[in-house]
């Protein structure tokens, strides 16, 4: 089956880097798009980065700049490096997939998500 799992989370400083990293296992990787979505509590999962099959990208406002989404085919993982990081930054990260050519941010067109894995920074 379909395994998504995440790593790299953990406790940070304001304007510290993290990198996140998801291995992805029981799928075709290379055909699917990636994402890091982000979920904070009484909130909607937000997407934060994408990445299409092809490699097209896309970032939301508040992470542009900031945050780097990255594939590598060869090892079936995609990786989220986050620099200066703000405490607003703070929340549960999830990679997910999807099998869609096109690139959605939204967290219901996925067909498979990871457990999810914890970002905290501190101001």
């Known amino acids: 089956q379909v395994q998504l799992v995440e790593s790299g989370g953990g406790l940070v400083q304001a304007g510290g880097s993290l990198r996140l990293s998801c291995a992805a296992s029981?799928?075709?990787?290379?055909?699917?798009?990636m994402g890091w979505f982000r979920q904070t509590p009484g909130k909607e999962r937000e997407a934060v980065a994408v990445?299409?099959?092809?490699?097209?990208?896309y970032y939301p406002d508040s992470v542009k700049g900031r945050f780097t989404i990255s594939r590598d085919n060869a090892k079936n993982t995609v990786f989220l490096q986050m620099n200066s990081l703000k405490p607003e930054d703070t929340a549960v990260y999830y990679c997910?997939?999807?099998?869609?050519?096109?690139?959605?941010?939204?967290?219901?067109?996925?067909?498979?998500w990871g457990q999810g894995t914890q970002v905290t920074v501190s101001s």
């Open positions: 029981g799928l075709t990787f290379r055909g699917y798009a």
């Open positions: 990445i299409s099959s092809g490699g097209g990208t």
């Open positions: 997910a997939a999807d099998s869609s050519i096109f690139l959605h941010t939204t967290a219901g067109r996925y067909d498979y």
